[in-house]
Nanobody
Framework: QVQLVESGGGLVQAGGSLRLSCAAS????????AGWFRQAPGKEREFVAH?????????NYADAVKGRFTISKDYAKNTVYLQMNSLEPEDTAVYYC???????????????????WGQGTQVTVSS
């Protein structure tokens, strides 16, 4: 059984930082791709960042977070991270970690590509 467990959300002031973690069991991030998505109240879930499986671990980011967020993974801990800097009130949302076992580079921005999802962690940025 695959489980993805997010942690690290919370309340932070604008300009601050948070690091989200996504620990996986039953799924190896050595081969699976991992993505972070977010969903604000009344809005659709949107892509934030992804990192592919394999040694190259190619990353990609939504335009809204480029230069501020960094996705990475720790193979030994089978955990994916999302380092979020220079946070803005517009970043307030529930953040979800997801895992994909079958994908291509062009499909990893779609929620439908991902087989597995975490329960989400709330990030609130105050102005």
């Amino acid at each position: 059984q695959v489980q993805l467990v997010e942690s690290g959300g919370g309340l932070v002031q604008a300009g601050g930082s948070l690091r989200l973690s996504c620990a996986a069991s039953g799924l190896s991030f050595s081969t699976a791709a991992a993505g972070w998505f977010r969903q604000a109240p009344g809005k659709e879930r949107e892509f934030v960042a992804h990192i592919r499986g394999g040694v190259n671990s190619i990353t990609n980011y939504a335009d809204a977070v480029k230069g501020r967020f960094t996705i990475s993974k720790d193979y030994a801990k089978n955990t994916v991270y999302l380092q979020m800097n220079s946070l803005e009130p517009e970043d307030t949302a529930v953040y979800y970690c997801a895992g994909a076992t079958v994908y291509s580079g062009t499909t990893l921005q779609r929620t439908s590509t991902y087989n597995y999802w975490g329960q989400g962690t709330q990030v609130t940025v105050s102005s």
